[in-house]
């Protein structure tokens, strides 16, 4: 059980770093980070910083994702397609808004990983798939908002088809040491600040189990 103290002390800094929507706040203080955390560092689950999972793959720093929600802004009807599971928070804080959330990683034990968070949490209505992220998933296309967690040089065109006609899609969009976190819709693109964030690998870390 999260100390509600240290709980209200975790979103006073997630304001100080400069996350103020009030929805993206909520889902945040919501959605428990120690739950999605690794077990050895629950201890630093709820400061703002980045932890270090499986396979040199990184758990985002809280005020990323708080920026990334307020980015994709999504609303209570929306399906949301997430592209970079790693351990499942992201994917549970959007599930706080949107209807449903399905989200991919190119890594299968992170996805078994996250599939069981999701079910201890009873988040009735997040799904998590090994897949490469570049293709997305076009068995629950078309998508209202699309969100990638790593970096990437332009929006893959599968994920473009994937989306609907006036959806959104936000992505870090540059090299590895200069990104700009753009938004795009109805073929508009906005600007939203400089971020940092790994790079978009293609094709699966590991091959799933035989179903």
Do not use: C
């Amino acid at each position: 059980m999260t100390d509600p103290a240290r709980l209200m002390r975790f979103v006073l800094e997630m304001r100080q770093a400069g996350v103020t929507d009030a929805r993206a706040l909520s889902a945040l203080e919501r959605t428990p980070r120690t739950h999605y955390a690794p077990d050895h560092l629950e201890g630093l689950a709820l400061d703002d910083v980045g932890l270090p999972l499986a396979h040199a793959q990184t758990m985002t720093k809280p005020s990323i994702i708080g920026r990334m929600i307020t980015a994709l802004a999504p609303e209570s009807g929306d399906v949301v397609l997430e592209v970079g599971a790693g351990s499942g928070f992201q994917a549970a804080a959007i599930s706080v808004i949107a209807n449903k959330v399905v989200t991919l990683d190119r890594w299968n034990d992170l996805v078994v990983a996250a599939r069981g968070r999701f079910g201890t949490a009873r988040l009735m209505k997040t799904y998590a798939h090994t897949a490469d992220g570049f293709d997305g998933w076009a068995d629950e296309a078309p998508y209202d908002r699309i969100i990638i967690n790593a970096a990437l040089e332009d929006f893959p065109r599968p994920l473009l088809e994937q989306l609907k006609p006036g959806g959104v899609i936000v992505a870090p969009l540059g090299d590895a040491q200069n990104q700009r976190l753009i938004r795009l819709r109805n073929d508009v693109r906005e600007d939203l600040g400089t971020i940092r964030l790994q790079p978009l690998e293609r094709g699966l870390g590991e091959a799933p189990p035989a179903a």
